[in-house]
C-alpha cells in the first residue's frame, strides 16, 4: 500500500508539471484535401515555424472511422501557456482553411512522463501507432502500474522503441489516455517485437517472475467495456512546426 501511494503522488506531482496538449480532428471536406493541406501548411510555416509561437503538430489518420482526415495537436510547456491566444494566427486560419473543414471534439492531454520512454538516440518516425484508451478511475492504479513498469523496463533494457503517454485531463468521456509508438515506417513496426521482447524480459527480471503477465492482465481488467482503440497516423511534417531533438 505504500509503494502505491509513492507511484500515485510521483505520478500526480508528474502530470501537474509536463507538458500538455490540445487535440482535434479536422473533418476535411470531400474533393478539399489538397488545398487543406497547402493552406495548413502556410499557416504554419507563417504563424507556427519560431520557438516563441504556438508549436503545432498535423497527423493525418490512416485507419478507423476518420481515415484520411487530419489530426492537428498544439503542444505547450504547461498549462498556462495555453492563456497565450495567437489572434492573428487564428485569424488567418479561418480566412484560408475554416470553410474547408469541420472541427471534431477538442481534448487536453497531459504529459504522463513516468509513462513515457524515448530512446537516446531518437530521430524522426512519422509512422505512429496510437493507442486509446478508457478505464476505471476506481482501477487507475492498475491501469498506471503497468504503464510506468513498462516504460521503465524499456529504460532499463535500453530499447529503441520510442513510447510516449499522455492523460487526457478535459473533453473525454470518462479517465483517458493515449499511448504513442513511433516507427519509421510499416516494416520497423513489423520488425519491433524483439524489442519489446527485450522489455517484457527485464520487466520480470526487475518486478519478479510472471510480472509483466500477472500486470498486463490487471491492466486490462482496469479497462471500460470496449476500453481500448488502436489508430495508425502518419506525421505530416510540412504541416507542422519544427521538431527539436
Known amino acids: 500500500m505504500r509503494k502505491l501511494f509513492l507511484l500515485i503522488t510521483i505520478l500526480s506531482f508528474s502530470f501537474a508539471n509536463s507538458q500538455v496538449a490540445v487535440s482535434r480532428v479536422l473533418d476535411v ?19 507556427n515555424s519560431e520557438a516563441d509561437d504556438a508549436q503545432w503538430y498535423t497527423f493525418q489518420i490512416m485507419s ?3 481515415a484520411q482526415n487530419l489530426w492537428r495537436v498544439q503542444i505547450a510547456e504547461n498549462l498556462a501557456a495555453l492563456d497565450d491566444v495567437d489572434t492573428e494566427g487564428n485569424a488567418y ?54 504503464r510506468v513498469k513498462l516504460a521503465n523496463a524499456h529504460k532499463e533494457a535500453g530499447t529503441s522503441i520510442y513510447m ?20 519509421k515506417d510499416y516494416a520497423e513496426q513489423m520488425s519491433a517485437n524483439q524489442e519489446i521482447q527485450k522489455a517484457v524480459e527485464k520487466y520480470n527480471e526487475l ?29 505530416l511534417p510540412e504541416l507542422s512546426s519544427p521538431l527539436s531533438y
Not at 530521430?123 to 501507432?129: G, M, N, V
Not at 510516449?164 to 516507427?183: I, L, N
Request: proline content about 4%; overall charge negative; aromatic content about 16%.
Open 29 to 47: 471536406k470531400q474533393g478539399q484535401m489538397e488545398k487543406m493541406m497547402e493552406g495548413v501548411a502556410k499557416k504554419t510555416k507563417m504563424y
Open 64 to 66: 478507423g472511422a476518420n
Open 93 to 146: 486560419w479561418e480566412k484560408t482553411v475554416g470553410d474547408l473543414h469541420e472541427s471534431g471534439a477538442v481534448r487536453r492531454w497531459g504529459k504522463a512522463n513516468p509513462a513515457s520512454y524515448t530512446p537516446e538516440l531518437s530521430e524522426l518516425k512519422p509512422l505512429t501507432r496510437a493507442l486509446f484508451f478508457n478505464f476505471d478511475p476506481t482501477k487507475s492504479d492498475e491501469f498506471w502500474n503497468f
Open 164 to 183: 510516449e503517454t499522455w492523460w487526457c485531463s478535459s473533453g473525454c468521456d470518462g479517465s483517458g489516455a493515449v499511448v504513442f509508438y513511433y516507427f
Open 207 to 235: 518486478y519478479g517472475n510472471d510480472a509483466y503477465e500477472y500486470d498486463l492482465e490487471k491492466m486490462i481488467e482496469s479497462l471500460m467495456p470496449n476500453g481500448q482503440r488502436i489508430r495508425d497516423l502518419m506525421f
